[in-house]
């Protein structure tokens, strides 16, 4: 299965050529969150910043055995910031799923969740998991899972 394409409501941050998938419904923070990962510099965690693919809608591809995530061309290179407006921030065209973030109002979250979950997107299993926006370190959190996620796998037919 390849060159397969879907337009989702999400916003994606990437870090080198890997990249996650922000996911919330509309005022859950997910732009809230790209802005503060798009707002870290190197450090211990980064060996270098993150940075935004697509906010608010996004084009995923399958290419093989990977999921490849884009802007839509009107959209690339914007990030709305609730209160402030439409920002223009430099974006990579394009970077590998390797991890979902949905976003939930409540918890709990488990501390320390065995193997991640997967969900399946294109015929991929990818890794998933739950973030609470509004938390101090949600940002941080994205970002340490993102460089801790193992990369897509075709799902299983069992």
Do not use: Y
């Amino acid at each position: 299965m390849s060159g397969v394409v879907e337009r989702l409501h999400a916003t994606v941050i990437a870090v080198g050529k890997r990249c996650a998938l922000i996911r919330g419904p509309s005022g859950a923070g997910k732009s809230d969150i790209a802005l503060r990962c798009l707002a870290l510099g190197p450090s211990g965690l980064l060996a270098n910043g993150a940075q935004l693919v697509a906010d608010d809608q996004v084009i995923i591809e399958r290419r093989a055995s990977r999921l490849v995530a884009t802007a839509p061309a009107q959209l690339r290179g914007k990030l709305e910031v609730r209160g402030v407006g439409i920002l223009e921030v430099a974006a990579a065209e394009e970077a590998d799923v390797v991890l979902v973030a949905d976003l939930v109002r409540a918890g709990p979250i488990e501390r320390l969740p065995g193997p991640w979950p997967t969900i399946h997107i294109m015929g991929l299993e990818v890794p998933l998991i739950q973030l609470l926006p509004f938390e101090d370190s949600a940002h941080l959190k994205l970002l340490a899972a993102l460089v801790m996620a193992a990369l897509p796998r075709v799902e299983s037919k069992a």
